[in-house]
C-alpha cells in the first residue's frame, strides 16, 4: 500500500493506494495554521489513522508546497512559510520510524498525470499549478526531475517574458522580486490585475464565466491572462520542448485557455509549428495526493527526486 500526502497551506490530504493504483482510503483536514510543530503532528496522526483504519502499513510519499535544500535537508520556497528552515522529512522520519519520499508538490501533480492521467503515454511532462500561487514540475519517462538544487519546473519565480505595455508596474512577490510569473498568473495575481484595470473585486473564476457572458472589463482581463500564459510557456517550451503541458489548480477550469493559448503559444515560440498540447489534468484536486503516493513507485528512482 502507498500513502501519499498533499500538505497544503490550507489543507492536509491523504490517499492510500493499493499496487494498481485503486484508491483505498481518502482523508483530509486543516492545515494547522503557522504552527510547524502541529503540522508534523497532524500529517503522523492522519498516517497512524489510515494504517489502523485498513489495517496495514504502506509506504509514506509527501508532497510540499516547497523545496528540501540540498544542503541541510531544510525547507526552502514555501508559501505556507511556517514550514521554512524546518527538517521536515527528518522530524516526520522520526514520528512515523520509516524513510518516507518528499518532493515538490508540482513534481507530483506533473507525476501523477504522467503516469495515468492527461500526460499518459508522454515522454516529457510539463505540469503546471495556476492556483493560489504558481508552480511547475518536469516528469521525464514518468520520472519527476528534482535538479541539482531542487527547483527543476519552478516556473513560477521567473520573471515575465517579452514584457507588453500592459505589464508594465510589476506587482512584488512573495518571494521579494518583482513581476514574477506567479504574481500574473496565479488567482489573486488575475484578481489584482483585474482590479488595476478597473474592474470589481471579484474572484478569477466570476471573471472567466462574466467574460463568457459579455463582460467587456472581464473579457480584456482574460485576454491579458491569455496573452501572459502564453508567453510564459513560451518559454517553457523553447527549453524544455515538452510533449504535453498540463494544466492544474483552480485556474484550470476554464475552457478556454485550451483553445485560446496554444494558438497563443504559436506566435511565440521558435518553430515553424507546435505540436505541444495543452490538456487540462484528468485528476483534478487529487492529482497532487496521487503523486505523492506514486514516489514510492517501484519504476521510479529517489535519487532523481527528493534526493
Ligand atoms: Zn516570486
Given at each position: 500500500m502507498r500513502i501519499g500526502i498533499d500538505l497544503g497551506g490550507t489543507k492536509i490530504e491523504l490517499v492510500a493506494l493499493d499496487g494498481s493504483g485503486r484508491v483505498l482510503l481518502r482523508r483530509r483536514r486543516p492545515t494547522p495554521q503557522g504552527d510547524y510543530e502541529a503540522t508534523v503532528k497532524a500529517v503522523a496522526e492522519l498516517v497512524g489513522a489510515a494504517e489502523r483504519e485498513l489495517g496495514q502499513p504502506g509506504s509514506v510519499g509527501i508532497g510540499i508546497p516547497g523545496a528540501e535544500s540540498s544542503l541541510n535537508g531544510r525547507i526552502k520556497n514555501a508559501n505556507s512559510t511556517w514550514l521554512i528552515g524546518n527538517a521536515l522529512r527528518h522530524d516526520l522520519e522520526e514520528l512515523l520510524q520509516r524513510q518516507i519520499r518528499l518532493a515538490n508538490d508540482a513534481n507530483c501533480f506533473a507525476l501523477s498525470e504522467a503516469i495515468d492521467g492527461a500526460g499518459r503515454g508522454a515522454e516529457v511532462v510539463f505540469g503546471v499549478i495556476l492556483g493560489t500561487g504558481v508552480g511547475g514540475g518536469i516528469v521525464v519517462a514518468q520520472r519527476a526531475l528534482a535538479g541539482a538544487n531542487r527547483i527543476?519546473?519552478?516556473?513560477?519565480?521567473?520573471p515575465l517574458p517579452l514584457l507588453e505595455d500592459e505589464d508594465q508596474t510589476p506587482p512584488q512577490c512573495y518571494c521579494g522580486r518583482f513581476g514574477c510569473v506567479e504574481t500574473w498568473l496565479s488567482g489573486p495575481g488575475l484578481c489584482g490585475d483585474h482590479q488595476r484595470h478597473g474592474?470589481?473585486?471579484?474572484t478569477a473564476e466570476e471573471i472567466a464565466a462574466r467574460a463568457g457572458a459579455g463582460d467587456s472589463v472581464c473579457e480584456a482581463s482574460l485576454r491579458r491572462y491569455e496573452g501572459r500564459l502564453a508567453r510564459a510557456l513560451a518559454l517553457v517550451v523553447n527549453i524544455l520542448d515538452p510533449d504535453v503541458i498540463v494544466l492544474g489548480g483552480?485556474?484550470?477550469?476554464?475552457?478556454?485557455l485550451y483553445l485560446t493559448v496554444p494558438e497563443l503559444l504559436a506566435t511565440h515560440v521558435?518553430?515553424?509549428h507546435v505540436d505541444t498540447r495543452l490538456l487540462r489534468n484528468q485528476?483534478?484536486?487529487s492529482s497532487g495526493v496521487r503523486g505523492a503516493a506514486w514516489l514510492w513507485d517501484a519504476h521510479y528512482n529517489a535519487s532523481f527526486a527528493s534526493g
Open positions: 527543476a519546473g519552478e516556473w513560477g519565480h521567473n474592474g470589481e473585486s471579484i483552480g485556474l484550470s477550469n476554464i475552457e478556454r521558435f518553430s515553424d485528476h483534478g484536486d
